[in-house]
């Protein structure tokens, strides 16, 4: 380089500003493009679109479509609860343009997700990701069917995480990723997936007057609820009343009270009344046990509830400031689920 800069007939060397994009702009975008390109040609196959069945009149139930991902090769598939609506049975498309039969086979509200499964067998499928392994920036691509134009990609990052979200059904739900990857109508119960195509979000939700401002629920947040949704069709778990997003937890508080996790579970709603009301928790707590569980993450919260009995007393654990509290909580019946909205 030193060579060329003397021997340079202007007598000083370009501006490294001048060479540095036309050299490595070309070689960026092909990686970029590879990556989303493999990532579609893996996914695509394993995303369906879903349109209710219709009636004995020959009409469909709902209008427009919505998008699934399957995650199972005898055609279980992962969509959004709002989606389904009260349907039992739906119709849906493979991006082959095979057509197949399917039954809602369970719906969260409390999480906007469903299970639906197709009558088939042998059928390609997604591997689900670890949310949890989420950084923000990270590369994500999103595949669904908007306005039912199937099988269609878009690409982006995420732009935050631990979000709250007020779901279409009215309800909020915690932890939920935002990316920029551009949805629309009809992306709903669709995948977003990191670079590996490994499932990492069902995309929930587009804020209308915005750009680039969406959502998609945590795929670990469906892992813990999908033996329920399996075997029961819905999810019994108990209510705290309370809303949280996962947080760094501080070293020197972790190294003071033996905490191994590096992160906790901040509260920064309190229904009032509720169990977590009552137990005296309040907004800016730090919660890091739940009964003889540690809590790391909101994830874990969620899945303790699934999991202890309900209006059974047990003890929850939380920082407020620099003091370790110890408090007694009731984990009470989830109230009625809110009236639906249209979509």
Not at 14 to 26: G, N, Y
Not at 52 to 68: E, Y
Not at 241 to 249: F, N, Y
Request: hydrophobic residues 40%.
């Amino acid at each position: 380089m030193r060579q060329h800069f003397i021997s340079n007939d202007s007598g000083s060397p370009p501006e490294p500003d001048s060479v540095q994009p036309h050299l490595e702009e070309p070689q960026a975008l092909d990686a970029y493009s590879r990556v989303v390109v493999r990532v579609a040609e893996k996914l695509r196959p394993a995303v369906v679109n879903l349109r209710a069945s219709r009636d004995s009149a020959g009409r469909s139930a709902t209008g427009g479509s919505v998008s699934g991902i399957m995650f199972t090769p005898d055609g279980f598939l992962l969509t959004n609860a709002h989606v389904v609506g009260g349907q039992e049975r739906l119709r849906i498309r493979t991006s082959s343009g095979r057509e197949l039969p399917g039954r809602v086979v369970g719906a969260d509200p409390w999480t906007d997700l469903a299970v639906v499964q197709a009558e088939a067998n042998n059928l390609p499928h997604a591997e689900l990701g670890d949310s949890e392994k989420l950084r923000v920036g990270q590369l994500v691509v999103a595949i669904g069917s908007p306005f039912g134009f199937d099988s269609t990609v878009t690409a982006g990052v995420v732009s935050a995480l631990g979000r709250s979200l007020r779901t279409i059904t009215g309800h909020l739900v915690d932890n939920v990723i935002q990316t920029d990857a551009a949805l629309n109508p009809g992306n709903s119960g669709g995948p977003l997936v990191d670079a590996l195509g490994r499932v990492i979000g069902i995309n929930t939700a587009v804020i209308a007057p915005a750009q680039g401002i969406c959502f998609a629920i945590p795929i670990n947040m469906a892992k813990h609820i999908l033996p329920q949704l399996l075997k029961h069709g819905r999810i019994v778990r108990g209510y705290l009343g309370l809303h949280a997003r996962t947080i760094p937890l501080r070293q020197s508080l972790a190294r003071r009270y033996g905490l191994e996790s590096q992160t906790a579970v901040e509260v920064i709603g309190v229904e009032t009344g509720g169990p977590a009301d009552q137990a005296g928790i309040q907004e800016e707590d730090l919660i890091v046990a739940l009964g003889d569980d540690p809590v790391a993450t909101v994830d874990d919260l969620h899945k303790i509830l699934t999991e202890l009995p309900i209006e059974q007393t047990t003890g929850v654990t939380f920082l407020r400031g620099e003091t370790k509290v110890q408090r007694a909580v009731t984990p009470a019946v989830t109230p009625k689920e809110y009236p639906q909205r249209e979509r």
